[in-house]
């Protein structure tokens, strides 16, 4: 697709308001077995379910839902099957984005007037429990943001789709999305901030450098763009040049194109969530044990208990308004492409800056065990 330039479109007007990220929907290999991972690990209730027994007869889709967060998985039949060539070409990974507007209509007309590429025409979805209007616009890669309405619907996920009510997981505290990261390739980033900005309203929130988030090896710059409510949080990546491979790099060769690095967890009890993670199988990065001898110096006294975090390998970081705890799991499928963040915010608002080079040396020792580096 073509990136739209950077027109002038008024900016303060918000043209595109949006309630919040509706739901995330993956596209994977086996949505059963994924559905399976989402609420035994990370305790998501299985909420909904597409597949021949509803009346859909090219894929199985599952739903899941844990506090605000939705996420769905879904798997196609046909070797023909967009979505079985989505798995094929990219691995699991983030097919679309999907936020909650009040007008489907406006907001595909706003985006794609702008710029944004049509990938779904406004239509309306019916079934027994109502209706409900959606459409969708390309973003980066393959990636897609779908607009849904929900405002005359009271089924469990969309028409289609049937309730289930005997798959319920066991919560870990996560309860909406922080936000979603995408990465995008070596000089990209900056047409991709503009997309956010003049097709989608956003503005730039923070800016990090290569400078800033470097270590010996690697580097990665990195833009945040946020709506107008604040509500929604899209971090930009693209690769900077290092001695040797940046990981946003390895993703990029892995992915095969521009997508979605990791979705953001929010929980309010850090210690809890990840201890319950862990004990379920949910692999995280760990960090140097050299960052927590530095940790007090850098951050001062936090309410958590400090040898917990240790323990769990929690990541700490402070700014002008607070500190947050944050820590990233492993890849969550076969190939080193996506990856599940855990954080919660004691005031703070940032992204963990501090924790970026720490971070990266020790995403760095996997991908040297991959040999990718
Ligand atoms: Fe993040």
Redesign the pocket.
């Known amino acids: 697709m073509s990136i739209p330039g950077s027109r002038a479109t008024g900016l303060g007007d918000d043209f595109l308001p949006i309630l919040g990220i509706d739901h995330v929907e993956l596209w994977v290999g086996n949505a059963f077995q994924a559905a399976y991972f989402y609420q035994t690990a990370l305790g998501f209730d299985v909420i909904a379910y597409a597949g021949p027994e509803t009346g859909i007869r090219d894929r199985a889709s599952y739903a899941l839902r844990q506090g605000e967060i939705t996420l769905v998985v879904t798997a196609g039949f046909a070797p023909d099957s967009p979505i079985v060539r989505h798995a094929a070409v990219h691995g699991d990974g983030v097919r679309d984005i999907a936020l909650e507007v009040g007008d489907v209509d406006r907001a595909f007309a706003e985006t794609t007037r702008r710029g944004a590429t049509p990938v779904l025409e406004p239509a309306t979805l019916e079934g027994q429990k109502g209706k409900v209007r959606r459409a969708s616009i390309a973003a980066y890669g393959e990636t897609i943001h779908s607009f849904v309405n929900r405002h005359d619907y009271r089924g469990a996920f969309l028409p289609g789709y049937h309730r289930v009510s005997d798959c319920p997981g066991q919560p870990t505290g996560v309860r909406a999305l ?2 979603v ?1 995408g990465n995008v390739e070596l000089g990209q980033m900056d047409a991709w901030v503009a997309f956010y900005r003049d097709v989608m309203g956003f503005s730039q929130l923070v800016h990090f450098s290569d400078q800033a988030i470097k270590t010996e090896y690697s580097a990665l710059m990195s833009k945040v763009m946020q709506n107008g409510t604040g509500r929604v949080k899209f ?1 930009i990546n693209e690769p900077a040049s290092g001695k040797k491979k940046s990981q946003i790099q390895e993703f990029l060769d892995f992915y095969q194109t521009p997508g979605v690095q ?1 979705l ?1 967890l929010l929980t309010d009890d850090i210690i809890g969530t990840v201890s319950e993670m862990r004990a379920r199988g949910v692999r995280f990065l760990r960090v140097p044990s050299a960052y927590y001898g530095a940790l007090g110096s850098r951050v001062g006294s936090i309410e958590e208990d400090l040898e917990a975090i240790r323990e769990l390998g929690i990541l700490v970081d402070r700014d002008d308004e607070g500190y947050l705890l ?1 820590i ?1 799991s492993k890849p969550i499928q076969d190939r080193p492409t996506v990856f599940l ?1 855990v ?1 919660q915010r004691r005031g703070a608002h940032g ?2 800056e501090g924790n970026f080079k720490a971070l990266f040396e020790a995403i760095e020792l996997e991908q040297a065990k991959r040999g990718n580096l």
């Open positions: 922080d936000h990261v971090p990791h953001a944050q990233f963040e954080i992204f963990g």
